[in-house]
């Protein structure tokens, strides 16, 4: 993906929008309205509208017992359309399932999005050791093999 600037263009509410989807990671999956506000430098009130509507919309959702928000059920089925649409994912799934079949090794398909590695399939192996990995996770690419490949 590319970065785009900030431009007088763009609609301020949308990119603060983004900008709070795009904080919620698999190490911070909750958060509260003044916590995202602290980090993103934005008002309470402004977090706290933006995430009504993202809530609204499905994107994300309220604890109700804990008045915490994580990312809602409709970021998954959009993750799901882009995953499955993409070239690359369609022509390696049967590969990496023959590597699977005949290393005994589980396999991972990344790709590299600026300096970082996320991963968009895997293939777990039947035996026990397992590798802990997230599809969708953004890793640097100097930390991870793939990255490095």
Do not use: W
């Not at 506000?37 to 109700?64: F, I, M, W």
């Not at 590969?95 to 589980?106: M, P, S």
């Not at 590299?112 to 192996?125: M, Q, R, S």
């Amino acid at each position: 993906m590319e970065t785009v600037e900030r431009r007088s263009d763009t609609l301020s509410s949308v990119r603060n929008a983004a900008r709070i989807l795009n904080s919620f990671t698999a190490d911070n999956p909750t958060q509260r309205v003044s916590d995202i506000a602290l980090d993103l430098d934005l008002s309470k009130s402004t977090v706290s509208r933006l995430l009504a509507t993202l809530a609204l919309e499905g994107l994300v959702y309220k604890e109700p017992d804990t008045q915490e928000y994580r990312l809602g059920t409709n970021v998954l089925t959009m993750a799901g359309v882009l995953i499955h649409n993409m070239d690359i994912h369609k022509e390696a799934a049967p590969l990496l399932n023959q590597v699977v079949l005949q290393t005994g090794e589980t396999t991972h398909l990344a790709i590299l999005d600026g300096l970082d590695t996320i991963y968009i399939h895997k293939e777990e192996a039947t035996h026990p050791t397992r590798i802990k990995t997230h599809l969708g996770r953004r890793n640097p690419s100097y930390c991870t093999s793939s990255g490095k490949v």
